[in-house]
């Protein structure tokens, strides 16, 4: 492999064991990717079924656009979504995380379609965002094991909600992107932050 896909690899794999750390992909769950070229598409992709704990460069898999593997292995099964959100939005990199408060939440606004999330100073981490009035709509999908019609699924939302800077699947996880994979990074933490602060002010509330 290239010494720019290494990189890559490398990037993603110390992604994964920070993610993992915080317990945002316990027991395999989750997967990352970032895209290696466009023409023809060639994405860097976390392997299937691997601990992301101990996540190494090796287990980084370059895909085509059908999800297949180039150089042999098993890609994660959630591949098609990634190349479904890096055409539908030009992303570079594409993180998807099963924390616990993401998994709750996207339970608990499913009925209202996504989560409506405002006033918060960490908003400003999205990309674009200047202000803590900012309004972000982080839509919610009803899980699917049927992965192509799961990635048509996300592509409406996508089309739909031009402005979201991610997206939960239903008692699943969260997905969001970036330009490159320090600004997808920044994104999940900031998502990451923003629905525990929700869900722990729901519970205080509650009391
Ligand atoms: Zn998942």
Redesign the pocket.
Known sequence: MSDGFDHIAEGLAGVARGFHARGWLLGT???LSAVIQRQPLQIAMSASGIDKGELRAEQILSIDENARATGGGKPSD?SLLHIRIVKERGAGAVL?T?SIWNTILSDTYAGAGGIRIEGYEMLKGLQGVRTHEHAEWLPIVENSQDMPALAEMIGETLKKHKDAHGFL?RR??LYSWGENLAQAKRHIEIFEFLLETIGRTLRIREQ
């Open positions: 769950s989750g997967n959630e998807h099963h699947l699943h996880g």
